[in-house]
């Protein structure tokens, strides 16, 4: 059984701090790495994209990757209020690697979530 | 990314009865998928919907309770049957992407069902 673990949280920051989420996984032929925001009441939104091992920055986001551990990594630096939602990491297990025949398949973990403190 | 639309947004419905939710996208995809998410929960997904073939369908999700149609490469439907109080929860479904991987999954807004 293909797992994707996160700590479910809540994590609690203060506005201003790094929030660091954390994801591990457990198939050593996974891929590719997403992280997704979800607004309660909404739907998840793409927010990070990593396939390669070491860090990738994308504004305030940081996702760091190293495969050798299975570990994927979201950090959030100045966090704001409005950071605050639920954050899902994502995996993809290669072509065909899912549970099912769908080759394009991401198993997601439980999610994280995150509160900043004004 | 793609534009992805569902209806209704949300229902409440009686146990014994059926509920189809669409999933309508701005663009020409494969591969579309179907997902519950139970309150508190993660996603789970229930299939795969290729056009021109058969849903996939994942383990403990069967097509008599969850019927879906791919009529063409822009449109989905998914039918939730013979409903009961534990098929409340939320339905999203989600497009494959070429951008920035062909793995990448956009999701619609979500169908909230509630089963009384």
């Known amino acids: 059984q293909k797992e994707v673990e996160q700590n479910s949280g809540p994590l609690s920051v203060p506005e201003g701090a790094i929030a660091s989420l954390n994801c591990t996984y457990s198939?050593?032929?996974?891929?590719?790495f997403f992280w997704y925001r979800q607004y309660s009441g909404k739907s998840p939104e793409l927010i990070m994209f990593?396939?390669?091992?070491g860090d990738k920055e994308d504004g305030r986001f940081t996702a760091q990757l190293n495969k050798a551990s299975q570990y994927v990594s979201l950090l959030i630096r100045d966090s704001q209020p409005s950071d605050s939602a639920t954050y899902l990491c994502?995996?993809?297990?290669?072509?065909?690697?899912?549970?099912?025949?769908?080759?394009?398949?991401?198993?997601f973990g439980k999610g994280t979530k995150l509160s900043v403190i004004p | 990314s793609a534009v992805i639309s569902q209806k209704p947004s949300r229902d409440i419905c009686q146990r014994g009865t059926s509920l189809t939710i669409q999933c309508q996208v701005d663009?020409?995809?494969?591969?579309m998928f179907w997902y519950r998410q139970q309150p508190g929960q993660s996603l789970t997904l229930i299939a795969t919907?290729?056009?021109?073939?058969?849903?996939?369908?994942e383990s403990g999700f069967v097509i008599d309770k969850f019927p879906i149609s791919r009529p063409n490469l822009t449109f989905s439907t998914l039918t939730v049957s013979n409903m009961s109080p534990e098929d409340s929860s939320i339905y999203l479904c989600?497009?494959?992407?070429?951008?920035?991987?062909?793995?990448?999954?956009?999701f619609g807004p979500g169908t909230r069902l509630l089963v009384l």
């Open positions: 919907a290729n056009q021109g073939s058969e849903a996939t369908y």
């Open positions: 990593i396939y390669s091992n």
């Open positions: 663009s020409q995809v494969t591969m």
């Open positions: 989600s497009v494959e992407a070429s951008y920035p991987t062909q793995e990448t999954q956009y």
């Open positions: 994502a995996v993809f297990l290669g072509a065909g690697g899912g549970s099912g025949a769908g080759s394009y398949q991401l198993t």
């Open positions: 198939d050593r032929g996974s891929q590719s």
